[in-house]
């Protein structure tokens, strides 16, 4: 079935630091989102992308439907940017499927 | 921005028993979405709702899931009878338009233990 290998599973950053998580998808996407769970649960709006980029803020997101991925930058940390970020996908009818998230630490 | 409000955050229920989950989506929006996530994994499609039906749903979504939004109402998953595989987070979503092509937005899940 359709799948979203994410990457990385975890990930360390110190305050003012940056890097990228991605997404790969075995199939053809036609839009990808990208969320953040916060401490209480809940699934905070991040993207949504049916082509092109975004940027917003400190995070800058990127989708390629033709070379099937999806791209999270984050840049200059901050302590409150912790949390567990999650890409969700479809291929247009009205699944989306999640990749297993992955899990940012950003320390002093 | 947009909410989307679950009832209970939590629920505890024995095996057999009927449970209802609860979703209070965004307003305007005209699909409902339920996902599944059991502790340590993805999070699992179950079913799409528009319009009074059901117009997609996985494998996951077995013949004791039920879901309706009576009179624009709550949107709610029901699981008669449960088991104790049912044991998971669900978060329920919403959308203006169909499938995932559009914006999706989330409620912060049920936990439902089933004992």
């Known amino acids: 079935g359709d799948q979203v290998e994410q990457s990385p599973s975890a990930l360390s950053l110190h305050e003012g630091t940056g890097s990228a998580l991605r997404c790969n998808f075995t199939t053809t996407m036609r839009a990808v989102q990208w969320f953040r769970k916060n401490s209480r649960g809940s699934l905070i709006n991040l993207f949504y992308l049916a082509s092109g980029t975004k940027e917003n803020g400190r995070l800058k997101s990127a989708f390629d439907s033709k070379e099937r991925y999806s791209t999270l930058h984050i840049r200059d940390a901050q302590l409150e940017d912790s949390g567990t970020y999650f890409c969700?996908?479809?291929?247009?009818?009205?699944?989306?499927?999640f990749g297993s998230g992955t899990r940012l630490l950003v320390s002093p | 921005g947009p909410k989307v409000l679950q009832i209970p955050s939590h629920q505890i229920i024995d095996m057999g028993q009927m449970v209802t989950l609860n979703c209070d989506p965004v307003s305007n929006h005209l699909y409902f979405y339920w996902y599944k996530q059991i502790l340590g994994q993805q999070m699992e499609f179950l079913v799409n709702?528009?319009?009074?039906?059901?117009?997609?749903k996985s494998k996951l979504f077995k013949d004791q899931f039920s879901v309706e939004r009576p009179d624009g109402s709550y949107f709610t998953l029901k699981i008669q009878p449960t088991a104790l595989e049912d044991s998971a987070v669900y978060f329920c979503?919403?959308?203006?338009?169909?499938?995932?092509?559009?914006?999706?937005?989330f409620g912060a899940g049920t936990r439902l233990s089933v004992l």
């Open positions: 979503a919403s959308s203006l338009g169909g499938g995932s092509q559009n914006t999706l937005y």
């Open positions: 709702f528009y319009n009074g039906k059901v117009m997609e």
């Open positions: 969700a996908a479809g291929t247009g009818g009205y699944k989306v499927v």
